[in-house]
T-cell receptor
Framework: EAQVTQNPRYLITVTGKKLTVTCSQN?????MSWYRQDPGLGLRQIYY???????DKGDVPEGYKVSRKEKRNFPLILESPSPNQTSLYFC??????????????FGPGTRLTVL | GNSVTQMEGPVTLSEEAFLTINCTYT??????LFWYVQYPGEGLQLLLK?????DKGSNKGFEATYRKETTSFHLEKGSVQVSDSAVYFC?????????????FGAGTTVTVRA
């Protein structure tokens, strides 16, 4: 089944404890992206990647890191989480960067709480 | 820059009622417009899309028409069901901006009662 998977689905952590949220897609997509969803704000893009070893900042990159060493994986790293990073996070992918203009496929989400 | 303004909710309806969710946009280039739906506990799914002016997107009884003159993309369904209860997001992507992303509205929570 073609899908985007994220792990963990739920995470409660404390301020300053480094964490990684994994994202993997099995559709051989070039483009991958991370969004965060907050009430009243919709989804906002954190980082995106147009291909392996190519990443760029989205609208709200502060406090996050990403890497794209393999085509299928795009982990989101919070080196020193803070309470304002408590949010619902979605990973998404598209066949190619230009395919973003047609459709993105979203993972099931990771609900992160930072105490 | 690009932005999407979406009707605020929550919206509560009875089954078989008519649903409209308003969406207007601002874009600098040539946007494609989308409606995504998020069912409880799930990720977002593409509901419908339109890539140029006057296009009508439709799926699962939902429709939306790309109106360039009013910069709008309102979502409609003639007779909702309980299973349509979800959060609906209007979004755009703008080829002219070359930013390769979706810009989302705030989302509208719809609850349909039996």
């Amino acid at each position: 089944e073609a899908q985007v998977t994220q792990n963990p689905r739920y995470l409660i952590t404390v301020t300053g404890k480094k964490l990684t949220v994994t994202c993997s897609q099995n559709m051989n997509h070039e483009y991958m992206s991370w969004y965060r969803q907050d009430p009243g704000l919709g989804l906002r893009q954190i980082y995106y990647s147009m291909n392996v070893e190519v990443t760029d900042k989205g609208d709200v990159p502060e406090g996050y890191k990403v890497s794209r060493k393999e085509k299928r994986n795009f982990p989101l790293i919070l080196e020193s989480p803070s309470p304002n990073q408590t949010s619902l996070y979605f990973c998404a992918s598209s066949l190619s960067p230009s395919s973003v203009y047609n459709e993105q496929f979203f993972g099931p989400g990771t609900r992160l709480t930072v105490l | 820059g690009n932005s999407v303004t979406q009707m605020e909710g929550p919206v509560t309806l009875s089954e078989e009622a008519f649903l409209t969710i308003n969406c207007t946009y601002t874009a600098t280039g040539y946007p494609s417009l989308f409606w995504y739906v998020q069912y409880p506990g799930e990720g977002l799914q593409l509901l419908l899309k339109a890539t140029k002016a006057d296009d009508k997107g439709s799926n699962k009884g939902f429709e939306a028409t790309y109106r360039k003159e009013t910069t709008s993309f309102h979502l409609e369904k003639g007779s909702v069901q309980v299973s349509d209860s979800a959060v609906y997001f209007c979004a755009l992507s703008d080829r002219g901006s070359n930013d390769y992303k979706l810009s989302f509205g705030a989302g509208t929570t719809v609850t349909v009662r039996a």
